[in-house]
């Protein structure tokens, strides 16, 4: 009952709006990530100690699982590492379709934490070479870090300007990925938006929205906070393929806001993207900042030695769904 009436409520909200509309495309949910997604077996591209395991091997060894409303993707926390082995066995799995203009809407329940791990669920160019067609990093972090960061990672010539109208904040503003070792352009999350406390709080969303007009710009709400917008908070209720939705000034402001224009042509840096999910170990970030984010040791000695120390290591998905843009609104509104 309380759903109904929340949801003629923001009937108002769905039309109302002037900026652009978006309308469900694509919605992922426990068992149809694995006809929806390829699961990548590369060598990690940032040096991580890890195996990325193929689908058959995954499901088998219980690192990826479903049920009709749940995803894991988790690391193996059995067994320990031989030296002469790739790496710990874990998981990086890519969208098979690649989306421009969007919103995702991601509800998410457990994020993999703990010392050695790296996770990040991002997009990249589906034509690239990377950088080229560029890198949206929505959630990332190492090791015992609490705050998520969110950065682009570009081909020259996309800077962003220090002040901008979002909630994080700002660690860098050079979006080249060929400068500043490729720390790209990135804005610094709330305690919380990332590791032990997000899991305490039971997860959260992240939603991130992309147009030339308003840039990209990325969401966070905690599991219990009362601000998350309705077109976020019943996105399953409103799971009906042709419900469209916009970004809108009820919504507050981003975490993180990237504005496209002078400083940062979108035509030229963004085109399509698939999306990616992945966790590894160590490597470019995790593995050299293991002691300035929260860990002591070796970070190689713990992958191979410690399988127990990744138990919460592991991505739990309550849904992801994306929605593309249209000039016009080709259905009626919902309901
Ligand atoms: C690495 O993953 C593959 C599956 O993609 C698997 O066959 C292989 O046994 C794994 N390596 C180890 C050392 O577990
Ligand atoms: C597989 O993993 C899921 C999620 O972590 C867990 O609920 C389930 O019990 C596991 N199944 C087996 C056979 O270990
Ligand atoms: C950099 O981008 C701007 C547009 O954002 C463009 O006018 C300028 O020519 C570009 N410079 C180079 C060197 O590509």
């Known amino acids: 009952m309380r759903t109904c009436v929340a949801l003629l409520a923001l009937v108002p909200v769905l039309t109302r709006s002037a900026s ?3 309308v469900l495309a694509d919605q992922f949910v426990g068992y149809n990530f694995f006809e929806g997604w390829t699961w990548e077996t590369i060598n990690d591209p940032t040096n991580g100690r890890v195996n990325y395991t193929d689908q058959a091997f995954a499901r088998a060894q219980n690192l990826s699982y479903a049920t009709p409303t749940t995803f894991v993707m988790r690391a193996d926390d059995t067994n320990v590492v031989p030296a002469s082995a790739r790496g710990r066995n874990s998981v990086r799995i890519l969208s098979n379709k690649a989306y421009g203009d969007s919103v995702a809407i991601l509800d998410l329940s457990h994020m993999p934490q703990g010392c050695a791990t790296w996770p ?3 997009s990249l160019s589906a034509t690239g070479p990377w950088p080229a067609g560029g890198e949206i990093d929505i959630i990332e972090g190492v090791n015992e870090n609490v705050q998520n960061l969110v950065s682009l990672h570009t081909s020259p010539n996309c800077t962003m300007p220090p002040q901008r109208v979002e909630s ?3 660690t860098s503003t050079n979006c080249d990925a060929n400068v500043n070792y490729n720390q790209g352009c990135g804005v610094q999350g709330a305690t919380g938006s990332y590791g032990v406390p997000f899991n305490a709080a039971g997860g959260g969303w992240y939603v991130m929205a992309r147009t030339a007009e308003d840039g990209i710009r990325v969401w966070f709400w905690a599991r219990g906070d009362p601000t998350v917008p309705p077109e976020v908070l019943y996105a399953p209720a409103l799971g009906i393929l042709g419900t469209t939705i916009s970004p809108n000034p009820t919504w507050g402001a981003p975490v993180a806001s990237f504005p496209m224009g002078p400083l940062c042509d979108y035509a030229t840096h963004f ?3 698939q999306f990616v999910f992945d966790l590894t170990f160590c490597g470019d970030w995790a593995g050299n900042d293991y002691t300035t984010t929260g860990c002591s040791g070796s970070c190689t000695d713990l992958v191979n030695n410690d399988p127990e120390a990744f138990s919460e290591s592991y991505w739990a998905v309550n849904s992801l769904r994306i ?11 919902y309901p």
């Open 20 to 22: 652009a509309q978006f």
């Open 120 to 122: 990040a669920f991002w």
């Open 168 to 170: 994080g904040t700002v």
């Open 271 to 273: 085109n399509a993207h």
């Open 323 to 333: 929605y593309t843009r249209v000039e016009s609104t080709p259905y009626p509104p």
